[in-house]
């Protein structure tokens, strides 16, 4: 569960830094990276979830 937790960190930092260069400077390769970065995210905290529930049994 580490390892998610780590690759999940990696990924959200990916979007945070293109989500930031699409905002401020306009960049719109950016914003598809964004977005790109946004769905392995959303898969890697559904992973999560299910990880962490079983973990809770």
């Not at 960049?27 to 992973?47: F, T, V, Y």
Request: proline share 0%; charged share 35%; with cysteine.
């Amino acid at each position: 569960m580490k390892e998610l937790v780590e690759k999940i960190n990696a990924c959200y930092a990916e979007f945070a830094k293109n989500a930031e260069a699409q905002v401020v400077k306009g960049n719109k390769a950016a914003g598809a990276r964004a977005r790109k970065a946004a769905l392995e995210l959303m898969k890697d905290l559904k992973e999560f979830r299910k990880v962490s529930v079983d973990a809770a049994k």
